[in-house]
């Protein structure tokens, strides 16, 4: 049975930071951040959007009646949770109005949890292959203001619905993790930012790649040349580039190029947007799949998750025919065009905005946020939603 991608969409705020600006702000050289670290644009989440609204968002671009009645599994991949016991899930099955008879989970393995979703809906679609499932990826990092992690934060979710029969990419079967306890990046429950040892965290990431790519090669029989691309997951663009680096010589001239090419590609969307943790590698595919238009069905591409702490896996994926029909690209473009640029100041306001943690209530203004689905406050603890395309019809 053919399992995989049958649809994806994405989601970012309208709101971003301009690297150069906030290069100068940091008295840092800007080639630094778009060159050395290769970033260019880095969202912001406002007060009104948080990782439920972020994956709602993402989901309701490409849901249909048909996907609302078959989804019968709904998983929601975040390291960014907003509740130590209920799924983000659960709130984004109600706002997107799906089918009771479904099973909603959460998982968390920081930057991994989507790729293991993934996996495991795929298992779901063996056993039930009428059913679809949902996998939601959906983040927002943060590493606090004037750290060296600054610069690779960002917010966004990507959601995607898992398949018998998928119209846009086969999921293959071979695959190669490993899990290793490491301390290069956590964020233990009391904090809302991040711990990292920055350095140790590239080189894990680096080692993590090469483990399970050897790994993968010999368990699928498969080599460089079997790729049309690679996507990696991308704390920010350079990381994937090295890790890239790493096998190209593995390639002949011509795989060398067009792999270099395919990465740059799957890089577009993430310059634009910054770190999305769970959801960072499946933007990067999404990026791939819209700025290249070239990609044959039948070809082949490699994926590489990293969640720090550690796991790591690579996996394929094959295009199916006609596949671009199936993409959201205007939609995607548009989100982008509508975007609006803050100042550094702006978003270091935005940054230090923090919800009530006492119980008392809140409540935001959303005629400023163009999102369907935003968060309008908090009630006695409880989170409050509003989806307004449903209140429009
Ligand atoms: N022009 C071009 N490149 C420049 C530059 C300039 N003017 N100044 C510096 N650079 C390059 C550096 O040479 C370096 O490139 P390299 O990594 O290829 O050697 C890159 O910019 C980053 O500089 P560095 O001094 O290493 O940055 P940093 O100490 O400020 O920290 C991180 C970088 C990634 C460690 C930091 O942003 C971080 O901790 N991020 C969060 C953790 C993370 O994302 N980990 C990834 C694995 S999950």
């Excluded at 989901?59 to 009646?65: K, S």
């Excluded at 795929?122 to 590493?143: C, F, M, T, W």
């Excluded at 690779?152 to 190669?176: C, F, H, R, W, Y």
């Excluded at 006695?380 to 307004?388: A, F, P, V």
């Amino acid at each position: 049975m053919k399992i995989g991608i049958d649809k994806i969409g994405f989601y970012t705020p309208h709101l971003y930071v301009d690297m150069n600006e906030l290069a100068v702000a940091r008295d840092v050289e800007p080639e630094k951040f778009t060159i050395g670290i290769g970033q260019d644009e880095m969202a912001i989440a406002p007060i009104t959007q948080d990782p439920v609204t972020l994956a709602a968002n993402a989901a309701l671009n490409i849901l249909d009646e048909e996907d609302v009645s078959k989804i019968d599994f709904v998983m929601f991949g975040t390291e960014t949770g907003i509740d130590h016991s209920k799924s983000a899930g659960v709130y984004v099955h109600h706002l997107l109005g799906l089918n009771p008879s479904a099973r909603t989970i959460e998982l968390k393995q920081a930057c991994y949890g989507a790729t293991a979703a993934i996996q495991l809906a795929k298992g779901h679609i063996a056993l039930n292959p009428e059913s679809k499932v949902l996998v939601l990826a959906s983040d927002i990092a943060r590493y606090g203001l004037q750290t060296p992690g600054e610069v690779t934060q960002g917010a966004g979710a990507v959601a995607l619905i898992i398949s018998a029969d998928p119209k846009i990419m086969v999921l293959e079967n071979e695959q190669a993790y490993v899990t290793k306890d490491i301390m290069d990046f956590w964020r233990p429950t009391y904090s809302d930012i991040a711990f990292v040892d920055g350095k140790f965290s590239n080189d894990q990431y680096l080692a993590f790649f090469n483990t399970v790519w050897a790994q993968y090669k010999e368990k699928a029989n498969k080599n460089i040349e079997d790729f049309a691309a690679i996507c990696y997951h991308l704390p920010y663009t350079k990381m994937g580039l090295k890790a890239l680096r790493t096998i190209l010589e593995e390639g002949e001239e011509r795989t060398q190029e067009r792999l270099q090419e395919n990465f740059q590609l799957s890089t577009k969307y993430s310059r634009k947007v910054g770190n999305i943790y769970t959801a960072s590698l499946y933007l990067g595919l999404l990026s791939l799949l819209e700025m290249n238009e070239n990609l044959q069905a039948g070809e082949r591409i490699g994926l590489f998750s990293y969640g720090s702490g550690a796991v790591g896996e690579f996996f394929s994926g094959v295009l199916q025919p006609n596949y671009r029909d199936y993409l959201i690209v205007e939609k995607h473009q548009e989100l982008f065009a509508n975007r609006k640029r803050v100042t550094v100041a702006e978003y270091e306001e935005i940054f230090t905005e923090s919800l009530p943690t006492d119980g008392s209530t809140v409540e935001f203004e959303t005629v400023n946020d163009p999102a369907a689905i935003c968060l309008t406050g908090i009630t006695e603890h409880m989170r409050q939603y509003l989806n307004k395309s449903e209140h429009s019809e």
